[in-house]
């Protein structure tokens, strides 16, 4: 609040700070141990009022990672479906996609022929199946497609395909006065078209990889058209460019599952060498549960944990042992 | 709010959802007339609950221009009279700079030698004096110089050469449940040091022209590097651009003063084709008053104000007269 607007003002803005008080567990879906106890202690410390750990409310930044963090990511990233889907809703569209890779094979089921030309396949699916449109076209086409699609194996709306215990830890959080992010690898405008209704996190809380636009007038309408260039590649490295871009803060959580994620959590936790002492916390979902969920980690073709997972302990990140942590992986049907 | 989450918490924090309530004129600097009276109009018919025109809180974002909108951009641009007092205090450590433009002429206080080179010019005092650092070491450089240049006719600290009635109104939209952004053609790095101090608006809502980062290790700290190589020119048809990209939602009320607004202005309030028949807003200050600031449009070497103008009366946007509309234009010094 600055000092020049009127009293008034200031006075009622004070007035809005009002402190949630928590009743029972706040996370019921986490089993009783240390993980949950690095989670809570954390948060504990870091928000009691005139503790040397104290942390300002407009400081508290949580970043999350989505695919394999907030929910599945097995058999294949979910947008990687909505993709596949899509070529095969726009094929009649394109004739001449019977007889031209990666698309011929996507059509006749086969995605490990597909996917065999690498990058370069990957990126001719993603322009033709994220580009050459607004953005209004393409949030509409995501919503009809991700109102209706079913997970493969689990047999459910992707959106249920999402972590029971990773829900209730966002809501702890943003009751705990923290602002609570998504940082993905994943499509920006992929994902903010469902993030508020079931994440609770807002489209502007939204940071993910993107696509250039350009600013077109249609008809006398202005529209952002998507282009087929890439803008930012939000992971790895990437991930700490697009926090600085879209929050321009550096977190002081941060969550993920994979070595994508291996450099936010760095970003978040090691010393700048600017004399910031703030105590951050990062945390890792390890994939240990077969018969619940997937077992996987350093030979994953999704969500690979390799790296990340033999610097956690000399980091000090907090390592979740899905298997043994989570009470419940899954929220209820209805 | 997701209804995964349990029960308890959606139930506390719908308990969150306070209401402020204004007594008194918010806006005490803005002059009884029209001008006020479309903004305080506009904001009473979309906050009024049950109201065919109201606006959920959530979509409630305004954006705001800053060089010329929410402070003095006359004489020169502020971040250009960084960049030349940034050129003075690195000669030192470049004696090439004594017989290269533009640094030659700049360090002999002929501005107009030194940007005769145009484009090429700027970018070159901009990789001189915004790239090459980590972000944190440019913050830092953002925040002494701002703590201690005055402006050199106003003779007061920059940060005190905000307009006084635009403070009222950020503040008074936040109270209305808005929120308030930045989206600018100066860099984003440049201000988000300040805006919150001076303007309540925090890192995350400010949006403006980027350069690209990288992200290094440095001795064992991670780093991320401003680049010399524009990321984004977050004016004209960029600021569309920027406020999907950083926001991801068409903003409800918009404000400008020049031309490199008019496509935010047109953003916001032309009908984009999708149906959507939410109410907008969007303001243009125009700079009419000589006397206590700059009197200046079709002509300016800043803030050229044109196009936006002529466009202003059929787009239904509220055209600013600053001498006539405002009663102070800058805050009591202290």
Redo the contacts between chains.
Sequence with gaps: ??????M??GT??M??A?I?????D?L?SWNDGPTKKAITGFVAKVTKEGSPDFIKP?DR?ATFDNDGTLWAENPVYVQLAFALDRVKALAPKHPEWKDKEPFKSILAGDLKSALAGGEKSVLEVVAATHAGM???EFEKTVQDWIATAKHPTLKRPYTEC?Y?PM??L???L??NGF?TYIVSGGG??FM?PWT?????I???Q?VGS?GK???EM???????MKLAEI?LIDDG??K??GI??????RPVMAFGNSDGDM?ML??TT?????GDRTPRFALIVHHTDAEREWAYDRKSHVGKLDKALDAAPAAGWTVVDMKKDWETIY??A?
Tied chains: 1, 2.
């Excluded at 949630?20 to 029972?24: L, S």
């Design positions: 609040m600055s000092h020049r607007v009127p008034a003002f009622l803005m007035g809005l009002c949630p008080v928590i009743a029972g706040p019921p407009a930044i607004s953005i209004e999402v029971q829900l209730e966002l809501a702890y943003r009751a602002k920006i405008e903010r508020e209704r079931v994440y609770g807002p489209p502007e939204v993107s636009l350009k600013l249609n008809n006398g309408k202005p529209q952002l803008d490295p990437g700490p460019v600085q871009r879209n929050i321009g803060r450099q760095q970003w090691m010393d700048h060498g600017d929220p209820p209805h």
